[in-house]
């Protein structure tokens, strides 16, 4: 059992992912660039949690560098590669597109790259719910066609699948792709709805809530994401022997090729969320109405029965466990 390596190891999937790794008894090896889109201090304090476990080995380098990346592979041989590394954001590609062009396509490039040439046996890669874009059909379903993101962080993942699958038809490299649905819990991202929320609500601030708080979403807890990216690790992509070019299932291929969701299942509205924030923290927000926002959806939903017929994955946090949690995580880390 060779190092796993962990793209994006100082982000908030990233830190769950390692450290489950570590915990089994894997060596690591991190990668990030560490960027300022959100506070760099709390990506510095994921990453010391990682530093102090002995198997852990850091490598800061941003992965559009086609050097930078493969030197690392050449220096460690990786059987596996989780690749979680990207310019994350749906509203921030409205007005940062070449920040997505060159992390989530060049530096998914460099890393399939890297995988090709130095005998990776299995990459698991990050994709998202946002390419399901404009199909209203749910619970959305890997075996529909995705050919209409609203957003370019939507279409940068699209492009992640495709350019995998090319990959592992030329090259026979196995690779999977996870869809993430609204992934939350400790140490989240400041950028997203709940953290931005609990904070407004802590400092007496009204929150923002869009679609008129209509808006629907898969949230799934963090535990149960990285047990499922785990266990999808260990499940090599192969070839669907029944796959037929007369009839095409996007989700799997004559390839060495997958795609699952990740996901929770059970979709919430935003308004329950907020009501379950409300209760953990002991205090009514104050709530500012607005429309719905470019590049959003207004309901996600994730079929997970292919990832649970594959590795047995079993959502089991419900959201009002999962959000006490992270308001825990916030007090203590933010002392509040």
């Given at each position: 059992?060779?190092?796993?390596?962990?793209?994006?190891?100082?982000g908030?999937?990233?830190?769950?992912?390692?450290?489950?790794y570590l915990?089994?008894?894997?060596?690591?090896?991190?990668?990030?660039?560490?960027?300022?889109?959100?506070?760099?201090?709390l990506k510095r304090?994921?990453?010391?949690?990682?530093?102090a476990?002995?198997?852990?080995?850091f490598v800061r380098?941003?992965?559009a560098?086609?050097?930078?990346v493969?030197?690392?592979?050449?220096?460690?041989?990786?059987?596996?590669?989780?690749?979680?590394a990207?310019?994350?954001g749906?509203?921030?590609?409205?007005?940062?597109?070449?920040?997505?062009?060159?992390?989530?396509?060049?530096?998914?490039?460099?890393i399939?790259?890297?995988c090709?040439?130095?005998?990776?046996?299995?990459?698991?890669?990050a994709?998202?719910?946002?390419?399901y874009?404009?199909?209203?059909?749910?619970?959305?379903?890997v075996?529909?066609?995705?050919?209409?993101p609203?957003?370019?962080?939507a279409?940068?993942?699209?492009?992640?699948?495709l350019f995998?699958?090319?990959?592992?038809?030329?090259?026979?490299?196995?690779?999977?792709g996870?869809?993430?649905?609204?992934?939350?819990?400790?140490w989240?991202?400041p950028?997203m709805?709940?953290?931005?929320?609990?904070?407004?609500?802590?400092?007496g601030e009204?929150?923002?809530?869009?679609?008129?708080?209509?808006?629907?979403?898969?949230?799934?807890?963090?535990?149960d994401?990285?047990d499922?990216?785990v266990?999808?690790g260990?499940?090599?992509?192969?070839?669907n022997?029944?796959?037929?070019g007369?009839?095409?299932?996007?989700g799997?291929s004559?390839?060495?090729?997958?795609?699952?969701?990740?996901g929770?299942?059970?979709?919430?509205?935003?308004?329950?969320?907020?009501?379950?924030?409300?209760?953990?923290?002991?205090?009514?927000?104050?709530?500012?109405m607005?429309?719905?926002?470019?590049g959003?959806?207004?309901a996600?939903?994730?079929?997970?029965e292919?990832?649970?017929?594959?590795v047995?994955?079993?959502?089991?946090?419900?959201?009002e466990?999962?959000?006490?949690?992270?308001?825990?995580?916030?007090?203590?880390?933010?002392?509040?």
């Open positions: 059992m060779g190092p796993v390596l962990v793209t994006g190891a100082a908030f999937i990233g830190l769950h992912v390692a450290e489950r915990a089994a008894g894997r060596t690591v090896i991190g990668i990030d660039n560490l960027n300022d889109y959100y506070d760099v201090g304090a994921r990453l010391a949690r990682l530093e476990h002995p198997n852990f080995r380098l941003d992965i560098d086609a050097g930078a493969a030197a690392v592979f050449a220096r460690h041989r990786f059987p596996l590669v989780v690749h979680l990207a310019q994350a749906v509203r921030y590609s409205l007005t940062n597109p070449s920040a997505y062009a060159s992390s989530n396509v060049d530096g998914f490039l460099n399939l790259e890297g090709r040439h130095h005998g990776c046996e299995h990459l698991v890669y994709s998202s719910s946002s390419v874009g404009a199909l209203t059909k749910m619970p959305f379903s075996h529909d066609n995705v050919d209409h609203v957003s370019l962080y279409a940068t993942k699209k492009a992640n699948e995998a699958h090319s990959y592992s038809h030329l090259y026979g490299l196995p690779t999977t996870l869809r993430f649905f609204t992934v939350y819990g400790p989240y991202r950028d709805a709940l953290f931005l929320f609990t904070k407004a609500i802590l400092a009204p929150i923002a809530v869009f679609n008129h708080g209509r808006m629907q979403r898969d949230f799934t807890y963090v535990d994401v990285a499922g990216v266990r999808i260990d499940r090599i992509a192969r070839p022997p029944d796959w037929d007369a009839r095409p299932d996007p799997t004559t390839a060495p090729y997958r795609l699952y969701n990740i929770n299942n059970r979709p919430v509205q935003l308004l329950r969320l907020i009501a379950v924030l409300e209760d953990c923290l002991g205090r009514k927000a104050v709530k500012a607005l429309p719905m926002q470019a959003d959806v207004p996600t939903c994730a079929d997970v292919d990832l649970a017929a594959a047995g994955f079993s959502p089991a946090t419900p959201i466990v999962g959000v006490a949690r992270f308001v825990a995580w916030f007090r203590d880390y933010y002392r509040t």
